[in-house]
Every structure is written in C-alpha cells, then in structure tokens.
C-alpha cells in the first residue's frame, strides 16, 4: 500500500493489519494446536511481539505510532475504542441468564474475582511493586488482561504494569485452554451448571471457550456466560473496592 494512501486511511490500515493477524492465528491454532490454544491467544501474542517490535525500532515513547504507515493503531489502540468494546459486550449479557445459573454461578463470578486479585496482588508484592496501584493492576491482570488494563488506566498505572498485567492475563489465558481438557473429567466438567461455576471461577473468557471447546463444545455457552459477568465484575471492583482494600492493607 502507497504510505500517502496510508496517510489518509491510517485507521483501515490498522483494522485490516488486525484482521489479518486474527485470520492468521485462528488458522495456526486449528492447524498447529488442533483448537487446544485458542486462536485469540495467539493472535495477542502476535501483537505484544509487534509492539514490542515497533518499540524497539523506533526507539520513540509511542512504539508502532512511531512509524508513518502504522500511524493508525494510535487511534484504534486508545481507550476510546477499547471502553467501546468493553460496554458493547456489557450490553450483550441479559441479567436474566445470570440468574439462570442460581447462587452458585453469583457466588463462583465473586469468588473467582476477588481470589484473582489476591493471587496477583500477593505475586506483585512479591516481586517488588509494593504500592497498591501496581498491585491492583497486576492483581487485575490475574483476573483477565482486560480488567488488569480498565483498573490500571483507571487508576494511572505505569505502561510497564499495564504491560505486565496483560502478559498475567495471557498466561492464564494459555494455561486454562490447555488444561481444562486435562483435568475436565476428574473435576466433573460434563454438565451445564458445572460450566457455569467453572467459568465464573477461571473468569478468562477466551481460556475458557478454548479449554471447553477441547473438551465438550456443547459447554461453551455456558462458560462464556458467567465468564463474561466475571469481567464486567472485574472492571467495576478492580479500580474501586479492591483497590481501597489493597491501599489500607499496604
């Protein structure tokens, strides 16, 4: 493509480079991994090396922005479109499906949450970032990459926490769609509300449709479902009760 055509069509020039890469990635996990890992993984793989990429190339303060022809990704990469993509899933998921799923499923999407920050929050402290802002952040990043991102913005977060808790949230992304097939049957994975409770618990929504996929795709719905109110939890308790909570304990 002609960099002045580029110029003028920045923001189409990010979405298709997007595009490609998930067409990609979900090609690579069918091929390579046979669905085990899940092509959104992937694909955010792909995007941390191309940022990290474009950090190093340019050397400047706004990575692959820096570069004239991937000017775009300034503008699709902001919290405009992000929070748009945040409250367009929101609005997506009926209360009354919750419901369906009775107190196990509220108490599994609870539960699940505040352990994940526990966990990340302990780990950050461990390894040095000992101020509740950080350790909100990463503690978020336990829960999914995306709430470690809404708390961290939220709070102004440093861009290497914000980083670090989207690496935590890749991770367990990775590690629940690669053993949830494993460990399926011995945890008595084989039935909707079962699903239900482990998806409110793991919280990861791609994690756990890719973990589910490999293991019965007939409980994925389910999954998704209390997955999905697991993030918008995430997002409303991470940069408000959890934060406080962590800011008197510290």
Known sequence: MNPTLADGCSLLVAFAVVGATVWISYVLSAKLTRGRVHGSAIAILFGLAFAYWGGVATGGENGIVDIRFFAGFGLMGGAMLRDLA??????????????????????????????????????????????????????????????????????????EVIALSVATGLIKSILVMIVTPAVAKSIGLDNPRSALIFGGLMGTTSGVAGGLVATDAKLVPYGALTSTFYTGAGCLLGPSLVYFLIRWIV
């Open 86 to 159: 945040i409250v367009a899933t929101a609005y997506g998921v009926r209360v009354e499906e919750l419901r369906k799923a009775g107190i196990s499923g509220l108490v599994s999407v609870l539960l699940g949450v505040l352990t994940s920050f526990v966990i990340g929050a302990v780990v950050a402290y461990v390894f040095g970032y000992r101020d509740a802002i950080s350790m909100a952040t990463i503690g978020g990043g336990a829960a999914t990459y995306i709430v470690g991102t809404v708390t961290g913005t939220s709070l102004g977060a440093s861009s």
